[in-house]
């Protein structure tokens, strides 16, 4: 197959972005461990070798959240590799969440400290204005990272001071404060492109 034209990650094709080159590489693994184990077509990888091999790479190293990444990525690019209504072998895996093995945990975060934070921007700055105004942002903010991309123009009101917007993890509607700190960069970006719906198009 041409992997640079399967949709793994809901995209037309592959690109440069962090999540698609995991993707990709997560699905040449996957093809390779099936030529080297045998299993060369892939109707012929049933659900017993979908699970002998997610459990070879957890067992290899993997923490669980990855693992569930690699499954979900997997599942998606097997939806295209298949002939229709052919059983996709990484859907039909059942109490995934029961593999969680002792060791495993998760990951709390810690408030970036000023200097951190400092660090950050002046990184950004240097190489990438529109990371930057991002990161400034998602420090005034919190938001979460697809909702920094997506911010939509009319859910900024910056005669009112606020944001007003749909978080899109939880579903909650949420009304932030402007800080000071991004109230000009805001106002930069509410002139700019004006067809477009974006505060960060170019993330969008």
């Known amino acids: 197959c041409n992997l640079e034209k399967l949709i793994a990650t809901n995209r037309i094709s592959f690109d440069d972005s962090p999540s698609s080159k995991r993707t990709k590489k997560y699905l040449n693994d996957f093809l390779d461990w099936c030529w080297n184990h045998g299993y060369p077509f892939v109707t012929r990888i049933n659900q017993i070798v979908a699970e002998k091999y997610l459990h070879e790479i957890y067992d290899g190293g993997y923490t669980f959240e990855t693992l569930k990444n690699i499954r979900f990525a997997l599942q998606q690019s097997l939806d295209l590799l298949l002939p229709t209504n052919f059983p996709n072998p990484f859907k039909r895996i059942k109490r995934f969440s029961k593999w969680r ?41 919190s938001f979460r990272k697809e909702d920094i991309c997506l911010l939509l123009k009319k859910d900024v009101y910056l005669d009112e001071g606020i944001i007003h917007t ?39």
């Open 101 to 141: 093995k002792q060791g495993d945990e998760e990951i709390h975060r810690e408030v970036l400290t000023l200097e951190q934070a400092k660090r950050l921007l002046q990184v950004c700055r240097q190489n990438n204005i529109l990371l930057y105004d991002m990161v400034c942002f998602g420090l005034a903010t």
């Open 166 to 204: 749909k978080i899109r993890k939880t579903q909650i509607e949420v009304v932030i404060p402007i800080a000071s700190s991004i109230h000009a960069m805001l106002q930069r970006r509410l002139s700019e492109e004006l067809d477009n719906p974006y505060i960060f198009p170019q993330a969008a």
